[in-house]
């Protein structure tokens, strides 16, 4: 599975619990690893170490980028390349929530979750498209089970997520065979996000949350991980799919 030391992977959002696990699992497959993030510059550069340190990664690079900007996309891909080379793999990660009931969603509510998960997930992957020159390439976007069956209060992420399972088909149809384009959509994934939605530092509330899971506990985020190093294995015949890592918990 390793690729040639010369193949590079780009994880947006790279900071989140999703983030950090894939970045840590495609560097320990062999990839030098660009870690494109919003956050704190301390803390992308310690991953970035780490990653070389800890997990083999060839390099690693963070890279502060707006993905929402087509400038500062077009940048965050310039810079990659000219210090890894080819970028191989691109796996659109970043997001954003602002939950509103349906009536209440603003203008911005609804444009920022559009540009941030819909709008980043078109233009990192149209750039990496334009550039790419190689046979096996790879995108993997990340989805969400309530882009498939919707939640209160979330009209504008779900709606987002799923335009990104819609367009994930649209691009696997247009750029196949030479790049394969998947989506990974996590279930209840233990993340700092989902504890804080679910409150489940109060009594009950993971037990609760675990009950309908036919495997009966939360996802890992190396569960989520694990599937995007699988999906970009050389070769995989497997493409334009959405793969859902949530324990059985929503099947179709």
Known sequence: MAPLMA???LITGALSDIGRAT????????????????????????????????????????????????EQVAALFERAESELGSIEVLVNNAGVNRDRP?????????????????????????????????????IVNIGSVTALKGRPNGANYCSARAGVVALTKCMALELAPRIRVNTVTPGRIDTAELRA?????EPGNLARLEHDVPLARLGRPEDVAETIAFLVGSDRYVTGQNLLVDGGLFMH
Do not use: M
């Open 7 to 9: 193949a590079a992977a």
């Open 23 to 70: 970045a840590r699992e495609l560097a320990r497959a062999g990839f030098a690893i660009v870690l494109d993030h919003r956050g704190s510059d301390a803390q992308a550069k310690q991953l970035a170490i780490s990653l070389e340190r800890d997990c083999g990664a060839p390099k690693a690079l963070a890279i502060e980028a707006d993905v929402r900007d087509r």
């Open 102 to 138: 349906f009536t209440e969603l603003s203008a911005d509510d609804w444009e920022t979750v559009l540009e941030t998960v819909l709008g980043g997930t078109f233009l990192c992957s149209q750039e990496f498209a334009r550039r790419y020159r190689g046979e096996k390439g790879n």
């Open 197 to 201: 939605r679910y409150r489940l530092d």
